[in-house]
């Protein structure tokens, strides 16, 4: 696994942290101690005791989180609401002329009030 360590410099010791895990830490004189690198450093510093953390003092679980159940579009049961509404038809002619007198008011030769 690759893990992000987030190197700080305090009081002219180098701290290493992992980013993930903030409660792993590991604190050395050199910068090159404060980062594991190389085989040779895979139960050193700062990998060892995020091995720890993470089989000796934390557990990972998995969680489901169940997803909304609506897979359509939330509109679809809207449609048919205006079907025996007696207005609608004037409704929509309003709508219409409205729209109409916005577009002769955009238009070059449109008279705007």
Known sequence: MIYDVIL???NDK????AKEWPQVTVSENSRDAAIP???ASLTAGLKSQLLDYLTN??????VEIPLSTQT??????KFGWFKDDPTFDDLQAEIAAYRQDIDRQME???DVA
């Open 8 to 10: 700080s410099r305090e």
């Open 14 to 17: 180098y701290i290493a942290r």
């Open 37 to 39: 690198s190389g085989i």
């Open 57 to 62: 003092q934390i557990e990972v679980v998995q």
């Open 72 to 77: 359509g579009n939330p509109w679809l049961d």
């Open 108 to 110: 070059p030769d449109g």
